[in-house]
């Protein structure tokens, strides 16, 4: 029974293709998102995983991030469009992580969107990359989905003035989520966007990422003046957006270098630290542990600077 069951949801995916359903979510008068569910990529949410977001311009949209793949990039225009007709003739790219910006391919195919972001996408992945998102998917979700190169570098601060709306995008400078990250603002309406290094109601996945670049991060989007936070997953868009992130990589530094002080060996570090306050967030079973072991390993020989 089970096995027919599981067989007509595989028709039924097929047949009808995945309608995700979208909803934008109004931040502020120029400024709609889409935010994904708190989960790991999977067959069950088609790569709608993360948080990407539409700034109307005037006369077009500028994208901060791009979604998991080309279906979902696609649905969001379309849901977009009611709200205003626009083309997008930017996408910025944050960082590498390809729930982020496969979605890219779309804006690149149907309106030769300029792609700007992280040289990291370019120097890891190239056209026959097959990356997580093309692994976990389904056929279905991850059609028409390729991989796409970042044509403007984004190495240190850099404005870019678009209809009349200009976007700060701004180098973290460190390893912090993953090997290079940018956060966007947009003084106009001071909205800033923080990529992966804020995320709320989840626990991140720091394999890629490091807890000092973390709180160095944390440091520069605080002395930003802004009134709402977009992080890269996680539906709190406001100004303490951020509290979740601070809170949890304060804690880990300091939890696992007292631990370390106290002689706890890394295999015993996880039973040692464990982040209770984050049992309840989302993905907690499945990346704290990881992040924690990860964190030893990062702070065992670590002196703080004066
Ligand atoms: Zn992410």
Same mark, same amino acid.
């Given at each position: 029974m089970k096995r027919i069951l599981f067989s007509l949801l595989l028709v039924n995916i097929s047949l009808f293709? /995945?309608?995700?359903h979208l909803k934008p979510q109004k931040v502020n008068d120029t400024t709609w998102c889409f935010l994904g569910k708190l989960e790991a990529p999977s067959k069950h949410n088609g790569g709608f995983m993360s948080n990407h977001c539409y700034v109307n311009t005037g006369k077009h949209y500028v994208l901060i991030d791009a979604g998991g793949t080309y279906e979902i990039a696609k649905q969001a225009y379309e849901q977009m469009q009611k709200i205003a007709d626009l083309p997008v003739s930017t996408v910025i790219l944050t960082?590498?992580?390809d729930d982020h910006w496969l979605g890219a391919s779309f804006h690149k195919e149907k309106f030769n969107a300029k792609l700007v972001g992280v040289a990291s996408i370019n120097k890891n992945y190239d056209k026959n990359s097959k990356t997580r998102m093309f692994r976990m998917l389904s056929a279905d979700a991850i059609k028409n989905t390729k991989i796409v190169k970042v044509e403007q570098e984004i190495s240190e601060p850099t404005t870019l003035k678009i209809d009349d709306t200009s976007f700060q995008i701004i180098p973290?400078?460190? +390893? $912090?989520? $993953?090997s290079e990250d940018l956060f966007v603002y947009v003084p106009k309406n001071k909205t800033l966007f923080s990529s992966d290094i804020v995320m709320n109601g989840r626990i991140t996945s720091n394999r890629d990422g490091s807890v000092i670049g973390q709180l160095k991060a944390v440091k520069m989007l605080e002395k930003m003046d802004f009134k709402n936070l977009v992080p890269g997953h996680g539906f709190d868009t406001s100004k303490n957006a951020m509290n979740e992130t601070k809170q949890y990589f304060t804690l880990l530094k300091q939890r696992v270098l007292e631990a370390i002080e106290n002689e706890v060996s890394a295999q015993d570090i996880t039973k040692v630290v464990?982040?209770?306050? /984050? +049992?309840? +967030? $989302?993905l907690y079973d499945e990346l704290n542990s990881r992040n924690v072991f990860d964190a030893f390993n990062e702070l065992e020989f670590y002196e703080e600077e004066e």
């Open positions: 293709g /995945f309608d995700y960082h590498e992580h973290v400078g460190v +390893k $912090a989520h $993953a464990k982040m209770e306050e /984050f +049992k309840n +967030k $989302a």
